[in-house]
């Protein structure tokens, strides 16, 4: 069965870190595009970072650039998001996704967009003081 389960997230303070981890299992991380997603309530979902490793496209949106880093061990089959210097504004639910190459895509522009078929359950991330 291929699922996707996150965790790490928590509450912090602002300025704060946090590293949101995405485990896979039934499939291989590095033969899908993997996203992170975030949604807060009443806003739409938002694609904040994305790695397509088969030609090392990463993305960042603008308003997590310099803060947020993804990464992945595919040792562990496990693609990480850490989180630096969170602010009030990055509390929201986060989601990773996983798309099959030919159908997921991962723009350094535009960000992920396209057929994401795995999503795991989400972990919740609260930046307040």
């Known amino acids: 069965q291929l699922q996707l389960v996150e965790s790490g997230g928590g509450l912090v303070q602002p300025g704060g870190s946090l590293r949101l981890s995405c485990a896979a299992s039934?499939?291989?991380?590095?033969?899908?595009?993997i996203a992170w997603f975030r949604q807060a309530p009443g806003k739409e979902r938002e694609g904040v970072s994305c790695?397509?490793?088969?030609?090392?496209?990463?993305y960042y949106a603008d308003s997590v650039k310099g803060r947020f880093t993804i990464s992945r061990d595919n040792a562990k089959n496990t693609v990480y998001l850490q989180m630096n210097s969170l602010k009030p504004e990055d509390t929201a639910h986060y989601y990773c996704?996983?798309?099959?190459?030919?159908?997921?895509?991962?723009?350094?522009?535009?960000?992920?967009?396209?057929?994401?078929?795995?999503w795991g359950q989400g972990t919740q991330v609260t930046v307040s003081s």
């Open positions: 996704a996983g798309g099959k190459i030919v159908q997921a895509m991962c723009s350094t522009g535009r960000g992920p967009y396209g057929v994401f078929g795995y």
């Open positions: 039934g499939f291989t991380l590095d033969a899908y595009v």
């Open positions: 790695l397509k490793s088969s030609d090392n496209s990463i």
